[in-house]
């Protein structure tokens, strides 16, 4: 069986959760089916990887439109293959016309939604409306649909009604538990004036509306003045968003001179020591189909803080592995808290009481860990896929 893995994102360009997913599926998968990656991006030294950059006809356009013109590349060397399975709506376009051009199977795995990223707007302006035609045609024309969360699967069938629910299966992220372990080194802390005793949170992710940084941020305002705060976060989806992180950081700043501002992306073996000298993790998302990074923190050993929303429940079992914060939602696609003080209070009494109790805080890292490695191997999860593929194709024989 010849599989072509459609993605925007792989190593070595990998700016999130996506990124790692593929990289770690296709690792997984290839002792088994012929693989082929097509992603976005330079040359990669990597067998059977191909890659493609933007026609020079659209270079300098709207980044949707560039994006499609890469689909239309990648669709054409589809051919061959006995099935195609792409992620994010960057590459589901790929994956639709391959399939339309070809005939094979489209299997498309649902990393997030364009309906439930309305702020998007703000990112790609008319481009949006663009890049949500793209993924409604992928969706409504696919084979199959992989959710990575059993919430991501009913955002799936809310947002696109016209899907058959049959073709929806749930496959969870995973996590490589001997690349992500708890790391003792201290030197990626101590030269950035981070102290490995005081009791820490840390934060990782974009800074984008889908990742609720400022509700963290005003949170941070009533945590003990002798926590400490790492915030690895980059690539602001706007300008806008950019000026309010970097004004919340700066207030913040100067009130505890204990927040520490990571804007690069860490290698691993960097990032595996914050995590593991953390006292607990903090996932504040209003949008969160699972939540790689909430693994990530889990397999280092260190609980995690999160909203109840999308997967992450999934992911946290509540009081065991961390808590759980409240956050009812408007009903309109943003996400947002129907209360935000409230949502911000929460956040700030279950990291209080978290960093309050250390050694409950390092039961519950203990916990994370032997869940992590019971419930999200990739072992198992290639397996699973592996199944949506033998379903797919005995149904579309």
């Known amino acids: 069986m010849r599989v072509d893995l459609l993605t925007k994102e792989y190593p070595p360009e990998v700016y999130g959760g996506a990124g790692v997913h593929v990289a770690e599926l296709t690792r997984v998968l290839r002792p088994h089916v012929d693989v082929q990656v097509r992603a976005f991006g330079a040359a990669r030294d990597e067998t059977g990887t191909s ?35 792409s992620h994010t709506w960057y590459a589901n376009f790929a994956g639709h016309m391959a399939s339309l051009l070809h005939g094979m199977p489209h299997v498309l795995s649902a990393h ?53 629910p049959a073709k929806v299966h749930v496959v969870h992220n995973g996590i490589d538990i001997e690349q992500w372990s708890p790391n ?11 102290d490995p005793e005081a009791p820490t949170i840390v934060f990782v992710g974009r800074i984008t509306r889908q990742k609720g940084l400022p509700y963290f941020l005003r949170a941070v305002r009533e945590l003990p ?39 690069e992306m860490l290698p691993r073996h960097e990032l595996t020591q914050i995590l593991t000298y953390a006292t607990t993790f903090v996932c504040p998302s209003v949008y969160e189909p699972l939540g790689i990074v909430n693994l990530e923190a889990m397999a280092c050993g260190t609980p995690v803080v999160g909203s109840a929303t999308g997967g992450i429940p999934e992911v946290v079992a509540d009081g065991e ?58 072992t198992s999860i290639a397996e699973r896929t592996l199944d949506v593929y033998r379903t797919v194709l005995a149904q579309n024989a």
């Not at 003792?184 to 981070?194: F, Y």
């Not at 002798?226 to 100067?254: K, N």
Request: charged share 25%; with cysteine; proline share 5%.
């Open 51 to 85: 890659s493609y950059s933007t026609p020079a006809e659209l270079e300098g356009t709207n980044a949707a439109l560039s994006t499609l013109g890469t689909d239309l590349l990648i669709a054409a060397d589809c051919a061959g293959a006995d099935l195609v399975h």
């Open 112 to 164: 997030s939604l364009e309906p439930l990223r309305p702020w998007k707007a703000e990112q790609l302006g008319g481009g949006y409306r663009v890049s949500s035609f793209a993924e409604r045609s992928a969706y409504e024309g696919a084979a199959g649909i992989i959710a990575v969360s059993g919430g991501m699967r009913e955002d799936i069938l809310r947002a696109y009604p016209r899907v058959d």
């Open 184 to 194: 003792p080194a201290t030197d990626a802390l101590t030269s950035r004036g981070i």
């Open 321 to 378: 592995t961390g808590y759980l914060v409240p956050l009812e939602q408007l009903s309109d696609g943003t996400g947002t808290p129907v209360d935000p003080d409230r949502f911000v209070t929460d956040l700030a009494e279950a990291l209080t009481r978290m960093v309050s109790d250390r050694e409950r805080a390092r039961r519950m890292g203990e916990a994370s860990r032997r869940r992590a490695a019971e419930h999200f191997s990739w």
């Open 225 to 263: 003045a002798e926590c400490q705060v790492v915030l690895c976060a980059g690539a602001p989806d706007t300008p806008e968003i950019a000026r309010e992180v970097d004004s919340l950081v700066g207030e913040l700043s100067a009130q505890r001179g204990t927040v520490h501002l990571i804007t």
